[in-house]
């Protein structure tokens, strides 16, 4: 069964920064498209980050430069580091991996 378990979430300031997690069972990361999506309340679900087996990391404008991916291969995680957050970032952040999503955190960017 696979599993996808985001962590990391919470309330930031803007100008401040939040690393979140997702920590995959059933599958392993390393032989995956991993992807970080978030949705906003009303909005669309927006991909912000894909990192490939061979490491490549992939951005849209809306987060490049302030966002970043990773994966630790022997934890089974991937991370994405969000800099400089944004109000406009608020949104609940999903793990993504073949046709599966975790359940989400949620990340709210207010003073």
């Known amino acids: 069964q696979v599993q996808l378990v985001e962590s990391g979430g919470g309330l930031v300031q803007p100008g401040g920064s939040l690393r979140l997690s997702c920590a995959a069972s059933g599958i392993e990361i390393r032989h995956h498209v991993m992807d970080w999506y978030r949705q906003a309340p009303g909005m669309q679900r927006e991909l912000v980050a894909t990192?490939?087996?061979?490491?490549?990391?992939n951005y849209p404008d809306s987060v490049k430069g302030r966002f970043f991916i990773s994966r630790d291969n022997a934890k089974n995680t991937v991370y994405l580091q969000m800099n400089n957050l944004k109000p406009e970032d608020t949104a609940v952040y999903y793990c993504?991996?073949?046709?599966?999503r975790g359940q989400g955190t949620e990340v709210t960017v207010s003073a």
């Open positions: 990192i490939i087996s061979n490491g490549v990391t």
């Open positions: 993504h991996a073949s046709g599966f």
